[in-house]
C-alpha cells in the first residue's frame, strides 16, 4: 500500500478502486483494474458469483456501468478476470478494505469486536488436501476476520495459510483497526500473552476464551471456582430455533491467582455454564466454558458480551456461505480465493449499511432487478 494513504471518514467505493495498485505493466492493461473491481462487485451484489456470469453482468449492464466508468474496451474474458484478481497483491488489498470499512464503523469506542477465522474450503482441491505439504499438498486458505456485530460490519481479514497460524494473523489484523475504547472476543485460539497485550497496546479490552491450551492455568481457573461461594453472579434464559437456553454466568478477581499478574491487563475470570434442551425431543446438553477479560463487570453484562461472540459466525461466516456461496466456490489462481473473498464483504458491508429494513436476500435480488436501487446500494 502507499504510503501517503491514510484512512478517511469517506472513503468512497471508488476512491479505493483507484488506489489500489495494478500489478500488471501498462501494455498490458487493456483493461483497467477499477473498471474490473466495479464490474466484479456489483455482479456479486446481483447475487453472481462465476466468472462467467459476472462476465454476462457486464455485457448487459454495460451502458449503466459506463455512467461511472470508461468501459472503452468492453468487458474482459472470465479467464481475465479470474487472472488479474488473483495477481493482486492481498496484503495491499487487506490493508484498503480494512481503511475504507473504517468510514462506515466510524469510532468503535463502546462496541464489540469478535476476531474470529474462517476457511476457504474450496480454495485447494482435496487431493491436493490429502498430501502431505513436504509432497506437495496444500491446505485450504483460513481467513481471521474482524466483525462489529452491532453495526453489522466487516471490519477486517487477513489471510493465513492454516488455523494454527492464526495466532501470528490475529497481531496483524489488530494492527490495521481502530480499537480504541472497543472490546474485543476471541476464541481459545487467540488467548495468547502477546495477543493480550496488543490489545491493552491499542487502547481496548478483551474477552479471551481459555481452554487447555493453557492447560495449568485452565486447571487452576476451574479449581477456583469449584472452591469459591461467589455473589457476583447472573442467569440468563433464552428461547430459539427450536431450543431453550439457560446460561449462568460466574466471576472471580483474577488476583485469587498470582501467577495470572503476567497476563496484561487481567482482571477478572469468567465462568459460563449453559445447559440446552432441544425442545422437541427434550434433549439436553451441558458445558462449562472459562475466559480471562480485563473488563470490570458484572456478571449479567459479562454474560451477555460472551454470548455476543457468536455473531460473527451467525451473521458473517453464515452470510458468507449461504447467501455469497464462499464455502462451494473454486477460485485458486493465485490470489483470487482471499481477494473475492474481501470482495464479497465488500458488498455484505454494503448491503447491510442500507437502510431498508428488507433482509440480505432481498436486497440482492433487488439489485439484479434495479440498476436505480443498485447504484443507491452503492451510494455513488
Known amino acids: 500500500m502507499e504510503k501517503g494513504i491514510d484512512p478517511r471518514p469517506l472513503y468512497s467505493l471508488l476512491d479505493w478502486f483507484g488506489d489500489v495498485e495494478d500489478p500488471r505493466i501498462d501494455r498490458k492493461k487493456l483493461y483497467p483494474l477499477d473498471e474490473i473491481l466495479l464490474l466484479t462487485v456489483c455482479a456479486v451484489m446481483s447475487g453472481l458469483h462465476e466468472w462467467d456470469e459476472i462476465v454476462d453482468f457486464g455485457q448487459i449492464k454495460l451502458a449503466w456501468l459506463k455512467k461511472y466508468r470508461p468501459f472503452e474496451n468492453g468487458i474482459p474474458s472470465h479467464d481475465t478476470l479470474n487472472r488479474v484478481i488473483g495477481l493482486v497483491n492481498y496484503q495491499d488489498f487487506e490493508a484498503f478494505f480494512s481503511i475504507w470499512a473504517s468510514g462506515f464503523a466510524g469510532s468503535l469506542s463502546g462496541k464489540l469486536v469478535n476476531i474470529d477465522g474462517k476457511k476457504l474450503r474450496g480454495s485447494v482441491n482435496k487431493m491436493e488436501q490429502q498430501i502431505s505439504k513436504k509432497e506437495g499438498g496444500k491446505s485450504a486458505i483460513h481467513l481471521v476476520e474482524a466483525w462489529c456485530s452491532e453495526l453489522n460490519l466487516c471490519l477486517g481479514q487477513v489471510k493465513t495459510d492454516t488455523k494454527s497460524n492464526e495466532i501470528t494473523a490475529i497481531p496483524d489484523l489488530l494492527d490495521m483497526l481502530e480499537l480504541s475504547g472497543s472490546i474485543v472476543t476471541i476464541d481459545a485460539m487467540g488467548c495468547q500473552k502477546t495477543i493480550a497485550s496488543k490489545i491493552v497496546e491499542k487502547e481496548a479490552d478483551y474477552i479471551l476464551a481459555l481452554k487447555r491450551n493453557h492447560e495449568t492455568l485452565h486447571d487452576e481457573v476451574i479449581k477456583l471456582f469449584d472452591n469459591e461461594v461467589l455473589t457476583n453472579e447472573s442467569v440468563q434464559e433464552n428461547k430459539g430455533h427450536g431450543r431453550f437456553e439457560t446460561r ?95 470482495l464479497r464483504r465488500c458488498v455484505l458491508n454494503l448491503l447491510k449499511s442500507f437502510p431498508e429494513k428488507i433482509s440480505v436476500n432481498r436486497k440482492i435480488s433487488k439489485c439484479a432487478i434495479s440498476d436505480e436501487y443498485r447504484k443507491k446500494i452503492l451510494d455513488f
Open 248 to 342: 449462568v454466568c460466574r466471576v472471580i478477581s483474577a488476583s485469587r491467582l498470582p501467577d495470572s499478574i503476567n497476563w496484561t491487563g487481567l482482571k477478572n475470570f469468567v465462568e459460563i455454564y449453559s445447559e440446552r434442551t432441544i425442545i422437541t425431543s427434550k434433549e439436553q446438553t451441558s458445558e462449562f466454558r472459562y475466559y480471562l477479560t480485563s473488563l470490570d463487570m458484572t456478571a449479567e453484562n459479562l454474560n451477555q458480551l460472551i454470548r455476543q461472540h457468536w455473531g460473527i459466525e451467525n451473521k458473517l461466516h453464515w452470510a458468507m456461505d449461504v447467501q455469497f456461496q464462499e464455502d462451494s466456490s473454486r477460485k485458486r489462481q493465485s490470489n483470487a480465493a482471499q481477494n473475492f473473498a474481501i
